[in-house]
């Protein structure tokens, strides 16, 4: 079974700055698709990025940027201009192609400094 | 527009109690459903998902089980709850096609006591 990892339970950054969130991911296949979901203190799980494997150009969503390494099987998220909003839980997760369930990691927890 | 509906948002409910949450989505048909666990401050943890109506996909051994009665409701199940059984439980739903990203519903805290 895929498996998702984020190595950094927390995360801080200074207001308008940058900071990365790491994932590394396991898996077998080659047609897969990689998202990161931020869920802040309300708890609603909002998507923030969707990567499709096959493409070699990295998606970019505004301040939200990903650097997919797919032959390290890497995901990290970079986000640019830091808010204070921006202040959640993010989760990074894998769904296959082929099968129809979602693996999310344990999550990092990104404090924005005023 | 499609949305999720997901209800109680909080229940305490004693040990070896029953337990029955339910799931709605609208506006689209034949979604795949799921439901997911949330322990305190943890990730998410997949429990089941659907691709059907009857069609049950389970992914953890435990007490708990779920059932979809009709195309767009989905509802989670448990004859006697343990104290583990504790966290906040997500629906979502997605279309259904490869890489699909996932809508989720608000969210139910439970608190077995």
């Known amino acids: 079974a895929q498996t998702v990892t984020q190595s950094q339970p927390e995360m801080s950054v200074q207001e308008a700055e940058t900071v990365t969130l790491s994932c590394t991911y396991d898996?077998?296949?080659?047609?897969?698709?990689l998202f990161w979901y931020k869920q802040p203190p309300s708890r609603q799980m909002i998507l923030v990025i969707r990567?499709?494997?096959?493409?070699?150009q990295n998606a970019t969503e505004n301040r939200f940027s990903v650097n997919f390494q797919k032959a390290a099987k890497s995901f990290s998220l970079k986000i640019s201009d830091s808010q204070l909003g921006d202040a959640a839980m993010y989760f990074c997760?894998?769904?296959?192609?082929?099968?129809?369930?979602?693996?999310f990691g344990a999550g990092t927890r990104l404090t924005v400094k005023p | 527009s499609q949305t999720i509906h997901q209800w109680p948002a909080t229940l305490v409910q004693p040990v070896g109690s029953p337990l029955s949450l339910e799931c709605t989505v609208e506006?689209?048909?034949?979604?795949?459903l799921y439901w997911y666990r949330q322990a305190a401050g943890r990730g998410l943890q997949l429990l089941f998902y659907?691709?059907?109506?009857?069609?049950i996909s389970s992914e953890v051994p435990q007490n708990l089980s779920a059932s979809r009665p009709q195309d767009r409701q989905f509802i989670l199940s448990s004859k006697k709850l343990l104290l583990s059984d504790s966290g906040f439980y997500l629906c979502?739903?997605?279309?259904?096609?490869?890489?699909?990203?996932?809508?989720f519903g608000s969210g139910t805290q439970l608190s077995v006591l």
């Open positions: 506006g689209t048909s034949n979604p795949n």
């Open positions: 997760a894998y769904r296959s192609a082929s099968n129809n369930d979602m693996r």
């Open positions: 990567q499709e494997a096959y493409k070699q």
């Open positions: 659907s691709v059907g109506i009857g069609q």
């Open positions: 979502a739903w997605s279309y259904d096609r490869g890489g699909a990203k996932l809508f």
């Open positions: 898996t077998s296949e080659s047609d897969y698709y």
